[in-house]
């Protein structure tokens, strides 16, 4: 009986404990693609209205334009919109992160950690 009571235990233990990792998930992204991952986000939640569009605010985020205008440009403070080394310290991540932007609202957290990834991994036109 005593044995029977001490293995309740250690079970319950353990369950109690796995159901602790369930309650953060972990966002596990692959390998990102500029052209295959990160286009279609732009083109879903940045073009519209006119935003980041050709004519309106910078970055320009269009399929042809968005990899030049995101390696190159910086924003208006001054901060460059990728920094490959510590992406969240680019504007891109910092406006993402704060869910300034899009103006429609955050995006998903999956669709940020693509972004993320994208520029830790080396921010290639792939």
């Not at 309106?56 to 080394?85: F, N, R």
């Amino acid at each position: 009986m005593r044995h029977l009571f001490c293995l309740l235990c250690v079970i319950g233990v353990l369950t109690s404990l796995s159901s602790c990792y369930y309650d953060n998930p972990v966002i596990e992204i692959e390998d990102v693609s500029f052209n295959d991952d990160l286009i279609p986000i732009f083109e879903g939640s940045c073009l519209g209205a006119g935003c980041h569009s050709d004519g309106g605010p910078p970055p320009i985020l269009t399929a042809l334009k968005a990899y030049d205008e995101l390696i190159s440009g910086q924003s208006h403070t001054g901060v460059p919109y990728v920094i490959t080394a510590t992406p969240d310290e680019s504007s891109l991540m910092l406006e993402l992160d704060s869910g300034d932007m899009p103006p429609a609202g955050k995006l998903p957290e999956a669709s940020i950690e693509k972004v993320r990834k994208w520029m830790a991994e080396g921010a290639e036109n792939n």
